[in-house]
């Protein structure tokens, strides 16, 4: 039988991602629910989201290897149902410990459905794939602005937001189910990797040893941990600054999600005139901007809000771009190049979402978002060394 038409699989990966970003943007809206639920307090249930990106790190370690190995496909189906499994299990734990357990459960599945989803898409579109990588993305961006307002609508309707992540169990069951109906084509490198003499194998097996590789890693785990810094705690940061009320600062996390959404659909149609570096550097600059006026702009309502939803624009093709240039460095490792990529971008969700819900609640306002200003900057820095390094690494294999 000959593979599923690329449309195809784009269309069934673009809607695992609206569901994605629905799940993972109506977390912060919840924490509140979740601390409640497990008569903690909220700057212990920050954790959830440290066990979220611990699960979603050890998986991605794992994956990177088991997809060049079992299948794109097979890692994406199982890791849809392990998800499916650990948010049915974290959403009714009344334990912080459990809830901690199942939580870390759902970071498995969530590791593999980012990587796997990822994987697919590049492969169906092998020539080209930053604006479809952007476009799936978007997707993503598009579930995301719709959480949080799902949650709003939820609470202020039956006085729980954790309806929305049910739903969002159920419908992974069913693209899982969805999933099995496709064939995907195995990459070009991957299937002639039996023919590769000695000394290639070589090659290939010292991706891990590559400079570029790793800050590349490194540049993602800091754009993860302050994407989600700001997603996770916009809500608590309104109420905190400004004393708006939940539902009214779970809305503004929906705005932070909207504008990344329509950030990463205006960076599809940019990818065909910019290089990636160039769309990248572009929308990281930007984000330092916007993280600067809304550092600025601390306690203020209308122009945070304004600088929130630059710095989400901004955000918008970052995380497509830099796997759109781990892809293309690595074409013959890209199951391990993608994972060891994402697997630090999941580092940073880890550590660095938790350290800015500490400042917040435990510092004030103002730490937090200078904390993720200074994050910015460091993020830019660490661009322009991927930009040399990228320069270098194209002038060895075309001298």
């Known amino acids: 039988m ?16 609206l569901i994605f970003g629905m799940f993972n943007a109506a977390i912060g809206p919840v924490l509140g629910e979740l601390s409640t639920q497990t008569t903690s307090s909220l700057a212990a249930i920050g954790g959830v989201l440290t066990f979220l990106f611990l699960g979603s790190l050890i998986a991605q370690i794992i994956a990177g290897p088991l997809t060049d190995h079992f299948g794109q496909k097979s890692v994406l189906i199982v890791s849809l149902c392990i998800l499916a499994m650990g948010i049915i299990g974290f959403t009714n734990a009344h334990s912080l410990s459990w809830m901690f357990i199942l939580v870390l459960l759902a970071g498995l599945g969530q590791g593999g459905v980012d990587l796997g989803a990822n994987l697919v898409v590049a492969n169906a579109f092998p020539k080209n794939n930053t604006p479809v990588l ?32 049910l739903a969002a169990a159920g419908l992974f069951v069913l693209l899982a189910g969805l999933s099995l109906m496709i064939r995907v084509s195995q990459p070009e490198n991957t299937a002639a990797s039996s023919q590769l003499s000695v000394s290639v194998e070589k090659k290939r097996s010292s991706v891990y ?24 705690w916009a809500t608590t940061y309104m109420k905190t600054s400004t004393q708006m009320p939940v539902q009214n600062g779970a809305l503004v996390t929906s705005a932070y999600w909207g504008f990344l959404t329509l950030g990463r659909l205006v960076g599809a149609i940019a990818s065909r005139k910019l290089t990636v570096i160039q769309l990248l550097g572009i929308a990281i600059l930007g ?3 916007g993280g600067i006026a809304f550092a600025l702009f601390t306690g203020t309502t209308s122009p945070a809000i304004i600088a929130l ?4 624009f901004s955000f918008g093709t ?8 781990a892809t293309a460095s690595f074409p013959s490792d890209q199951g391990k190049a993608v994972g060891a990529v994402v697997a630090m ?12 819900g500490v400042l917040l609640e435990k510092s004030s306002p103002s730490a937090y978002v200078w904390f993720i200003t200074s994050t910015l900057a460091v993020l830019l820095a660490v661009f322009v060394i991927v930009r040399f390094l990228s320069k270098k690494s194209e002038m060895k294999k075309n001298p």
Not at 134 to 161: D, K, Q, R, T, Y
Not at 318 to 325: G, L, M, Q, R, S
Not at 346 to 355: E, F
Request: glycine share 14%.
């Open 2 to 17: 000959k593979p599923t038409s690329p449309k195809i699989i784009l269309v069934l990966t673009c809607m695992i991602f």
């Open 134 to 165: 952007n476009l799936l993305h978007f997707f993503f961006g598009l579930g995301a602005f719709f959480g949080p307002a799902l949650v709003s609508l939820a609470i202020s309707m039956s006085g729980s937001g954790l309806i929305v992540h």
């Open 209 to 232: 040893g590559s400079p570029l590789l790793w800050t590349i890693g490194f540049m993602l785990l800091l754009y993860v941990g302050i994407e989600y810094g700001l997603g996770s």
């Open 287 to 289: 984000s330092l901007l």
């Open 309 to 312: 939803i630059m710095i989400g």
């Open 318 to 325: 970052i995380y497509p771009t830099t796997v759109a240039i």
């Open 345 to 356: 971008g999941s580092v940073g969700g880890l550590a660095l979402p938790w350290i800015a």
